[in-house]
Nanobody, 123 residues
Framework: QVQLVESGGGLVQPGASLRLSCAAS????????MAWYRQAPEKERELVAV???????NYADSVKGRFTISKDNDRNTVYLQMNNLNVDDTAVYYC?????????????????WGQGTQVTVSS
């Protein structure tokens, strides 16, 4: 049973924008906060952004002011709008559900991890 499918990544130049999408199964989307994480080569997976059931958001300091998380409850889909990308944003991006939008550790995620979507920022 596929729970999370990420899409929208690509190869872009510094300063460009991308919009990631995550289609989630209803069972994991409903009743949980949803979060985006990323993992760069040889680095630990980290929280990028999270959105609560009621729409409250929280962001990693490194992406504040550049990234925006949103969701469509009718489509069980969460989005990550990424603007002004830089090389440090290069990573595989994953989404998952968490019990609370205050949870920041990727090990607190609820679902099975999807394949992620690769974002590469390079000139």
């Amino acid at each position: 049973q596929v729970q999370l499918v990420e899409s929208g990544g690509g190869l872009v130049q510094p300063g460009a924008s991308l919009r990631l999408s995550c289609a989630a199964s209803r069972s994991i989307f409903s009743g949980n906060a949803m979060a985006w994480y990323r993992q760069a080569p040889e680095k630990e997976r980290e929280l990028v952004a999270v959105i609560s059931i009621l729409g409250r958001t929280n962001y990693a300091d490194s992406v504040k002011g550049r990234f925006t998380i949103s969701k469509d409850n009718d489509r069980n889909t969460v989005y990550l709008q990424m603007n002004n990308l830089n090389v440090d944003d290069t990573a595989v991006y994953y989404c998952n559900a968490v019990r609370s939008f205050r949870y920041t550790d990727y090990r607190q995620a609820l679902g099975s991890w999807g394949q992620g979507t690769q974002v590469t920022v390079s000139s």
